[in-house]
């Protein structure tokens, strides 16, 4: 066992290493940007500037999440640090907003006044953009795959490439034609698809927060399935939420039926949100006919004839592993 945690070890440095050289080539292609679209006068080029610097900005903070996330469970978080990545993508969605919002506003104001543009300067600048961009969404395409934190970074990238072959079609269109519209018109498009990508993406990271039920398994399944076990009369207090992007959990009130053995059907209920779901993190608190809750919500906190502890507020306070 040792020897897969060393290898794990090595693979976790070398994302960050990835992340760290994909933080360098970015913030040296926003000076290189930000000078040549100044001597331009290529709006869409700063545009794309400024979204290189704020790939940065991400994968540092995606970093800084991912470093803080192994941190385990202590007395001030006892749920650990894992959704310091959530909360990673959040500010980086959020990010890409106010961005996207900024050059729609500044694209309009040149749509209206076209200011001189020297294309080939922004063709060149771009290209070499484009290069950088694809370079770093290489780095960090794997870790995407499996980090809500890193795909948000990873998103900011994609976004960067597609800016750049817009970027590179607009100045090619102004030496071709001297058409002067185009600039503020592509800038206008990099921000609307920005937009409209970000706000899709943003709404899985907000529910994780808010603590809402995952896509999978639907809360309907889940109760038909526990209440499908043999000595189960009844499931009511049901909070099923996600702790983090692969990590749901479940806490619920179980009303026996009579004479049935309370330790064999926890463990039967335990096995069926496992293995039938994927839930395995779930606190059962076990009821007979006599002592269940009165007027108890079947989904949510309801009122009931005894407190016990952490009986209210976050379903959190009373997780402990399945």
């Known amino acids: 066992m040792p020897h897969d945690h ?27 940007q930000v000078v040549a679209g100044v001597i331009s006068g290529s709006l869409a080029l700063v545009a794309d500037a400024i979204h290189n610097l704020s790939d940065a900005l991400s994968l540092v903070i995606a970093l800084a999440a991912r470093r803080i996330a192994r941190r385990p469970a202590d007395a001030d978080m006892t749920f650990g640090y894992g959704r310091a990545e959530v909360v990673a993508a959040l500010i980086n969605y959020t990010t890409l907003i106010v961005i996207a919002v900024y050059l729609a506003a500044e694209g309009v104001t040149r749509l209206l006044d076209p200011p001189d543009v020297r294309g080939w300067i922004v063709v060149v600048v771009a290209a070499v953009a484009l290069v950088v961009d694809l370079v770093t969404a ?109 990590e749901t959990s479940l806490e619920a009130h179980v009303v026996l039926q009579d004479g049935a053995p309370a330790a064999s059907v926890k463990v039967a209920l335990k096995r069926v949100l496992a293995d039938r779901f994927g839930v395995r993190r779930s606190v059962l608190e076990i009821e007979t006919a006599q002592d269940r809750c009165r007027d108890a919500r079947r989904i949510g906190h309801g009122s009931s004839h005894s407190a016990s502890p952490g009986a209210e507020g976050d379903p959190g306070s009373r997780l402990t592993p399945g």
């Open 6 to 32: 060393h290898h794990h070890h090595v693979d976790i440095a070398s994302g960050d290493r990835r992340v760290l050289a994909a933080v360098a080539v970015n913030l040296g292609l926003t000076v290189v």
């Open 138 to 246: 290489m780095l960090i395409f794997r870790m995407s795959k499996g980090s809500v934190n890193m795909r948000a970074a990873f998103l900011h990238n994609v976004m960067d490439a597609l800016g750049s072959v817009a970027v590179i079609v607009g100045g090619t269109l102004i030496l071709l034609y001297d058409w002067r519209l185009v600039d503020p018109l592509v800038t206008l498009g990099i921000a609307g698809y920005i937009l409209w990508h970000t706000v899709r993406e943003v709404r899985p990271v907000i529910r994780i927060l808010m603590l809402g039920s995952p896509g999978a398994p639907r809360l309907e399944a889940v109760l038909e399935g526990m209440e499908s076990v043999d000595g189960v009369g009844e499931v009511h207090q049901v909070h099923l939420w996600q702790v983090g992007e692969h």
